[in-house]
């Protein structure tokens, strides 16, 4: 890439208006994320035509997919706030070493998780909390998953390490071709070539290797500031730790949503297959509006981090609040819709089953009034990842998937039996927020504290 073009973008995170920049940044990531939350939604829709042990299988399922999203999260959110500190500073050399360091590891990890899937299927499945008659439909679809783990892997990572330069549009085009690819093959595996719940798996394989082409194709073709050339691999103690440091927030956050998934299915399996596949169900549609807070997240990062590392603190600031006020605008405006229409919501999945229905409905509804808080903690999350401060994400990172979830999860059924299952969303949510207060107010005092300083000086 030429230095005017890399010149340009410089600029545009240091000095374009705020609410533009944002605008164009998260625009493409909400996007992405809502095009792969849609597409969970249709592979849970075509696959509930197959009954209710299928699409509780794709909830059992569902933590081996967080669990790969965590390990590319990890890799790619940590070279992310390498990246965007390191061209904030004009380091072009250490966001290189950043990127490719990343990508080849996470590409290592996907090898590795598929080899073990080859041989250890059958007991992870029953692991992730698979009943006797969920087990055959949750084996189906794991053992061709893990498959393409590799892919998976790698597209996380790619996706964040373009977006850590400016280059969000090019990150939507890969995750969102192969999204939509994978929502039209879905159909014609599951019922034209009559393969059931394994067709919609493998239908997943050519898609994720799609998106893989595509994203790789942007450094091969040199249209992105960074390299993956292997020359820039780097087995080197302090770029991994850095990497590390700030991308486990991601693996913690990922990584403890996968074992509460698996501890939710263990929860509600007491209660019947209608209680796992409520909470799939429920769980997909949700992850809509998170997954729309979270490209808003993804917008700001590089904005923050960028100007942090130039030591652009008002600029951070200004970012910071607008990225709040627009990520809990929506949330508000999507979950008032959830709200109103879960009833209906819930039957496009499983009209036939009222048990499903009507268990899904009371879930959803409790956790529409608490979801949008969210907006706040994520906001704040991506603040300290963008920031380098590694502890202050860890811990916000562990507060909803760990210090609160998990517990919700052992206490409220035993205490509360399925009423306690249909709360635990809600009450994780604003737990998490309380959580959340104190970092939330030490982050805008360290702003502050750092714009006078800089004015000062």
């Given at each position: 890439m030429s230095q005017n073009m890399q010149n340009e973008r410089y600029a545009r995170l240091g000095s374009d208006p705020i609410p533009s920049l944002i605008k164009n940044l998260a625009g493409p990531a909400i996007i992405s994320m809502l095009i792969s939350s849609f597409y969970n939604l249709t592979d849970t829709f075509f696959v509930s035509s197959l009954g209710t042990?299928?699409?509780?299988?794709?909830?059992?399922?569902?933590?081996?997919?967080?669990?790969?999203?965590?390990?590319?999260?990890?890799?790619?959110?940590?070279a992310a706030s390498l990246i965007s500190r390191s061209l904030g500073q004009r380091n072009q050399k250490r966001a290189a070493e950043a990127a490719a360091t990343a990508?080849?590891?996470?590409?290592t990890c996907g090898i590795l998780m598929s080899v073990y899937?080859?041989?250890?299927?059958?007991?992870?499945?029953?692991?992730?909390?698979?009943?006797?008659?969920?087990?055959?439909?949750?084996?189906?679809?794991?053992?061709?998953?893990?498959?393409?783990?590799?892919?998976?892997?790698?597209?996380?990572?790619?996706?964040?390490?373009?977006?850590?330069?400016?280059?969000?549009?090019?990150?939507?085009?890969?995750?969102?071709a192969g999204v939509i690819i994978n929502i039209i093959l879905d159909p014609i595996f599951i019922f034209v070539l009559d393969m059931g719940?394994?067709?919609?798996?493998?239908?997943?394989?050519?898609?994720?290797?799609i998106s893989f082409a595509i994203l790789l194709s942007h450094f091969l073709r040199g249209t992105s500031n960074l390299s993956l050339?292997?020359?820039?691999?780097r087995l080197e103690f302090m770029l991994y730790y850095e990497e590390l440091k700030m991308g486990s927030p991601s693996l913690f956050r990922q990584g403890l949503a996968a074992i509460s998934q698996v501890l939710m299915n263990q929860a509600a399996g007491p209660f019947g297959d209608a209680a796992i596949a409520a909470v799939s169900i429920v769980t997909r549609v949700t992850m809509m509006v998170y997954s729309a807070m979270l490209g808003m997240g993804q917008g700001f990062q590089p904005v923050a981090g960028f100007n942090y590392g130039s030591k652009n603190f008002s600029r951070l600031q200004e970012a910071f609040w607008y990225s709040v006020k627009m990520s809990t605008i929506a949330a508000v405006a999507c979950c008032s819709v959830i709200f109103?229409?879960?009833?209906?919501?819930?039957?496009?999945?499983?009209?036939?089953?009222?048990?499903?229905?009507?268990?899904?409905?009371?879930?959803?509804?409790?956790?529409?009034?608490?979801?949008?808080?969210?907006?706040?903690?994520?906001?704040?999350?991506?603040?300290?990842?963008?920031?380098?401060?590694?502890?202050?994400?860890?811990?916000?990172?562990?507060?909803?998937?760990?210090?609160?979830?998990?517990?919700?999860?052992?206490?409220l059924p035993r205490l509360f039996g399925l009423d306690g299952v249909v709360a635990i969303q809600a009450t994780t949510d604003l737990l998490s927020l309380l959580i959340a207060i104190p970092l939330f107010i030490s982050l805008l005092r360290e702003i502050k504290q750092s714009i006078a300083a800089t004015t000062l000086s």
């Open positions: 042990s299928a699409t509780g299988a794709v909830g059992v399922v569902m933590p081996l997919m967080a669990i790969m999203q965590a390990v590319g999260m990890t890799f790619g959110t940590g990508f080849y590891s996470a590409l899937g080859f041989f250890g299927a059958a007991s992870l499945v029953q692991l992730l909390g698979a009943t006797e008659t969920i087990l055959p439909y949750a084996l189906a679809y794991g053992n061709v998953i893990l498959i393409g783990a590799p892919f998976i892997i790698a597209n996380f990572t790619l996706n964040n390490i373009l977006r850590s330069e400016g280059n969000a549009f090019q990150a939507m085009i890969g995750i969102s719940i394994a067709g919609a798996a493998w239908a997943t394989i050519p898609s994720q290797m050339a292997p020359r820039f691999f109103v229409f879960a009833t209906p919501l819930l039957s496009l999945f499983r009209a036939d089953d009222l048990q499903v229905v009507e268990l899904g409905t009371r879930i959803i509804r409790l956790q529409a009034l608490t979801l949008p808080f969210q907006a706040w903690v994520v906001i704040t999350n991506m603040s300290y990842q963008a920031m380098g401060r590694g502890l202050q994400s860890f811990i916000l990172a562990l507060s909803r998937n760990g210090f609160c979830y998990i517990p919700c999860i052992l206490i």
